[in-house]
């Protein structure tokens, strides 16, 4: 056979292919695959399951197999689903399809964060193992017990000194960078650390506290010690003094957000009209002013939205605790105090109250949130 | 007057330029401390500061000199032409001949150190010791139930490593694909309930995720997923599909609505939209969401902790336990500390354009 002929098909061939596409066609042939299709798929999918749930082959392989498991097996969900919707007659083929589409991520979230926000809600008015309606007792000790309260006054600490500090260093350094030609070198370095883990933070940050101890002889390893030691003073177990321990963790979130708190100011600055800039200095107004009469007022929208994110992210604080203190010598905080609630004593009650309280918390901020999101979108 | 100005600028300039080294130099000086200490030999980080790795003047021994028993030793003492009390020789006095004597001990050790100013060069030896510790670990051969025997890598960071890397990958894609899916669905189809829907998406952008783990964790339990990878990758999808799904709503739905119509009209399905238009318009937001989500899910110890503990440890917990175990063991948790970083500082360096563009938009509406 040539080639011409192998790229234009025989008359012969196309029979055969218009008797498959009938035979398809068939409503028997049309249920008949519209079951096989998704029985295949579904067993394909629940071998690779039982494989992945089951874990004992070799890493490397476990490695690869879920990779193409996890990211084909949803590929062929959407593919086999959305080719059984349209199977169906027109009409409900286009009702259907869009749920084809938002389906299954309405499914996920719905078990992942919509109704665990309910069973959290009635777990939290039950006994520790969930067998007895115990009424508010859980709330109780989540708004009065001494530990709890403890965790409300450093969560307090770390939304109060680590947002200003991240915001207003954050806006200090965007400011000053903005008029320098090493701009990006000096913004790189303080972004950095958000591409570590808070426990990678956690270490480099104990490193920095170390304390070895008193005595003749002894060259303290820690870098604040040293310091400290070099200016006269005595060294510390930093970590271990409260209530400035929980200063020096806030610290490490200090660390990590100003970068945050940097880049989205710098951008906001850059947003800052030159018109209006050399409008003012041309009308003799010193740095200081343009800083505080324009850039800030300017900039107000995105300074509000940079501290709600770091306010939220400190009333979530927990690694950074849990690797450097465990929330011991009083710095326990409230999500620490739910982990331990929830997984070393077991009880899911009061862990359910302590995170409905963590919801209460940033409640104003969803309601803001859903207010600001549907008055952008008048005609969505 | 113009000259002035120009004098006002540089100092100025100066100034700023001052403050924001300073600032640098206190953000990077923690993390150059356990850079340096991870190549130093396990017996040295314990004797000195890791700084003492760079030129500078040390007191160094050169003598031992034991008083004689006469001398009282809680009265005056005199040595080197010095007369002081023994809370000053403690301290430290210095001596007509530059040496400098300092107690050694308590008062009966009647000893006292002599020692000398001195530079100090680069004489500390690095090494790749740690690293070796920390990457291959031991050998673990034990019999499973069958009776088969297996050898494995024991809990060291490599498996943690790989561990990390089977849940960031497919942790990372799968939401997106979902996201990307929805937002599609959100942006350009009609459908009964679609505001609701939004609006819950909205919602739960800022619920935190400890809402979730207990019943997350009982279902788990039950369904036998609990410290699966695919379950972690679904808590994951779960935790990640709210801002996916927002992000690449805002995306898509600025997309012109020209171009879709037309194509609808060339008789495209939806399906043929969103594999041949959307997904290849949409690839900057799918990037800056990949690596938002990469690194998070690199750096993520809670939702880990919960859902893989012990079993398929990933590289923060790998770290975290070393630092709860061998507290002290500084050569061993730097050189962790700075393999847990790696990857993720590489792909955030690498990537940094896509994740600013990302967290710009992430930036939950205030």
Redesign the interface.
Known sequence: MNLAQANTPSPNNNNLFAKIVNWFGSTLGKILVSILVPAVTFIVLWQG?LF??A??AP??L??IV??VW??GG??LL??VT?WLV?KLPAKAAR?L??????G???A??G???????V??LI?SFRNALGTEWIGLDNYIYAFTNPRMLETFRNNALWMVFGTSFSVG?GL??AF??D??K?EV??K?????????????A???????Y?YKGIG??I?????LN?IVSALGGTPQPWLNIPPWNNFFLIVIMI?LQTG?AM??LS?AIKGVPAELLEAARIDGAT?TRVFFNIIIPYIK??L??????IV?FS??T??IV??MT?GNYGTNVI?NE??LQ??TYND?GK??A???V??LL?TP??V???R???EQRKG? | MAKGQKTTKRTQSFWTNFVLILICVIWMVPVIGILITSFLPSEDIFKTGWWTVFPHKEDIEIDRVVLPEDVDVNGPITYGGKTAMFEEWQRGIELDDGTKATWYGNKRTRTLVISKNQWVGFTTKLTLENYKDVLTGKTITYKDAQGNTITRVGNDLSGAFLNSLAVSIPGTIIPILIAAFAAFGFAWLEFPGRNIFFTIIVALLVVPLQIALVPILQDYVSLGLNGTFLGIWLAHTGFGLPLATYLLFNYISTLPRELLESAYIDGASNLTIFTNLILPLSVPALASFAIFQFLWLWNDYLVALVFLGEKNQTVTIAVARLVGEKGQDWHLMTAAAFVSMILPLIVFLALQRYFVRGLMAGSVKG
């Open positions: 399951y992945l749930s874990a004992n890493q490397i476990q490695v879920a990779i996890g990211v949803v590929a959407y593919l959305n349209m009702t399809q869009p749920f084809v589409f938002v299954p991520a309405i996920i979230m078990w992942f964060l919509a109704i665990p926000v069973r959290s777990a260093l200090l350094i000053l960078a008029r320098t090493a070198v000096y790189s370095i303080i972004f950095t650390p958000m591409a570590i883990s808070f426990v990678g956690g270490v480099i940050w104990k490193f920095v170390t003749v002889g060259q303290e390893i820690g870098l040293a660390w945050y880049v989205i951008s740095e929208g995105t509000l939205t940079v501290t709600t994110t939220i009333l979530k927990f690694d849990r690797v465990g999500a739910f982990y929830s997984f899911a862990a359910s302590i995170a409905i963590l919801l940033v901020v969803i803001n949130n859903i600001s999101f549907n969505f």
